[in-house]
């Protein structure tokens, strides 16, 4: 499992929050809700899960910080929508 880092609006994996190897971003909707805008995983890490793990640490930010979840990203759509445990968050 690769380490997952938090930055501004974003959970990254890598050395450096400005060129990280993958990253899912999201932006603020209101007090309360957040929307996952993107996810960026490259080929060379693809298959390895990283993006679901990406989608896992924002949804645990999310619990962490009493905010509900939307995604306009399809990929992490795709991810909160198949796990019944992320529905706590999900905004729909």
Do not use: W
């Amino acid at each position: 499992m690769a380490e997952i880092k938090q930055g501004n609006n974003k959970f990254y994996i890598g050395e450096n929050e400005n060129d990280p190897q993958a990253q899912i971003t999201y932006v603020t909707v209101n007090d309360n809700q957040i929307d996952i805008d993107h996810t960026g995983v490259p080929d060379e890490l693809g298959g390895q899960g990283i993006g679901s793990q990406l989608v896992g640490a924002v949804v645990k930010y999310a619990r962490d910080n009493d905010l509900k979840v939307s995604a306009s990203c399809p990929f992490a759509k795709k991810v909160i929508e198949k796990h019944d445990e992320y529905q706590d968050v999900y905004a729909g």
